[in-house]
């Protein structure tokens, strides 16, 4: 299974594009998930800086799925 999205309007970023792709693992207890996200922020600014504010917020989507995962009572 897959899922994804992309931006429709920002102020902020240029484009933000992602993806969740889940597959099942050994005897279907586990599921491994693939995580793809591409992030373009509109304000300029310094590559080094550009790549450090991007870096936040897939670190924030990141812990965000984390956090969901782990509050997901096992059956």
């Known amino acids: 299974y897959e899922v994804g999205w992309t931006l429709v309007k920002s102020q902020m ?3 933000i594009d992602g993806s969740y792709a ?3 693992l050994g005897d279907g ?3 491994e998930v693939t995580y793809r ?3 373009d ?3 300029p600014m310094l590559g ?3 790549r450090k504010a991007e870096k936040v917020i897939i670190d924030r989507a990141l ?3 984390k956090k ?3 509050s997901v009572p096992k059956a």
């Open 13 to 15: 970023l240029r484009a």
């Open 22 to 24: 889940l597959a099942p």
């Open 29 to 31: 207890d586990r599921t």
């Open 37 to 39: 996200l591409t992030v």
């Open 41 to 43: 922020v509109k304000i």
């Open 48 to 50: 080094m800086i550009k």
């Open 63 to 65: 812990a965000g799925l």
């Open 68 to 70: 969901r995962v782990e």
